[in-house]
């Protein structure tokens, strides 16, 4: 877990993180969490994982579903992906740190967004699959599971079009 400085008086935003995301999803993240004074908790869930330790503050202890194909470091969060982040929330005054956390998507942020009282949990917008229809879309969507079963507000942030999207928000190569 890495930690950044900054005021946190307020519930933390919970943000769904992955590798190649667009930028945007945690620039909005970063913006709730600034307006609400609170901290902004970047988590990556590790469907290939499960919780075998939990601590107030969300972060976990796990092992693999397959001592065979056993890597500890997938239970760590991704460097490359921390580096990333340093740099979307670069210049920000907000208090901001990673989580590795175990478990398919929906379920592990939902999880997190209970254990730290979270005010919401922000997540991006898939694109759409070439050829996917709308059922294919709503039933493998994190987003739409997150709002099923939670109590507290979930933000979708819109996947911009290639061509809509501006250099910044691609993500890194």
Not at 74 to 84: C, N, V
Not at 109 to 131: C, K, N, S, Y
Not at 147 to 170: F, G, L
């Amino acid at each position: 877990m890495d930690s950044h400085d900054g005021a946190q008086p307020g519930h933390p935003v919970v943000v769904g993180v992955a590798p190649g995301q667009s930028p945007r999803v945690v620039r909005e993240a970063a913006r709730f969490a600034a307006q609400f004074g609170s901290e902004l908790i970047c988590a990556c869930a590790n469907p290939a994982r499960f919780a075998t330790g939990e601590s107030p503050d969300g972060s976990v202890t796990s092992s693999p579903l397959d001592p065979d194909f056993a890597d500890e470091s997938e239970a760590d969060f991704d460097p490359k992906l921390a580096e990333d982040l340093a740099v979307i929330l670069s210049g920000r005054t907000i208090r901001w740190r990673t989580l590795a956390i175990p478990g398919e998507a929906a379920t592990a942020l939902g999880h997190l967004a209970e254990t730290v009282d979270a005010a919401m949990i922000v997540v991006g917008a898939r694109q759409r699959a070439m050829g996917g229809g709308i059922q294919e879309l709503l039933s493998h969507s994190v987003a739409a599971k997150l709002a099923r079963r939670q109590h507290r507000p979930v933000v979708v942030v819109p996947a911009a079009s290639r061509r809509n999207e501006s250099a910044s928000d691609r993500p890194a190569e």
